[in-house]
Nanobody
């Protein structure tokens, strides 16, 4: 059973930065993918970024949503089995619960294609 645990959320002022972490345990799959999503109050869950399970960002395949491209960066640490989401220049509209998700094989944009989810971490950006 794959388990994911997010951390790193909190309250930050507009223009600030946060780094979210997603610790992954229990995986025995050879080519999984991990994605970051968020859900704001009253809105549908939104895809942000995904990375395949191989090496750091420079050697990995990454896909970012246009809405966060240039501000959010996904990366991973093999030794720590952890996926990160570095978020810069945060805006009040980035306020949401942020989730990481695990897919047994490959990356995806659709949340329905992911097999396991974390509990989420709250990010609040004040103006």
């Amino acid at each position: 059973q794959v388990q994911l645990e997010e951390s790193g959320g909190g309250l930050v002022q507009a223009g600030g930065s946060l780094r979210l972490s997603c610790s992954v345990s229990g995986s025995t799959f050879s080519s999984p993918g991990v994605g970051w999503f968020r859900q704001a109050p009253g809105k549908e869950r939104e895809f942000l970024s995904a990375i395949n399970w191989s090496g750091d960002r420079n050697g990995a395949t990454v896909f970012d949503a246009e809405s966060v491209r240039g501000r959010f960066t996904i990366s991973r640490d093999n030794a720590k089995n952890t996926i990160y989401l570095q978020m810069n220049n945060l805006k009040p509209e980035d306020t949401a619960v942020y989730y990481c998700a695990f897919r047994k094989t490959g990356m995806a944009i659709k949340e329905s294609l992911y097999d396991y989810w974390g509990q989420g971490t709250q990010v609040t950006v004040s103006s």
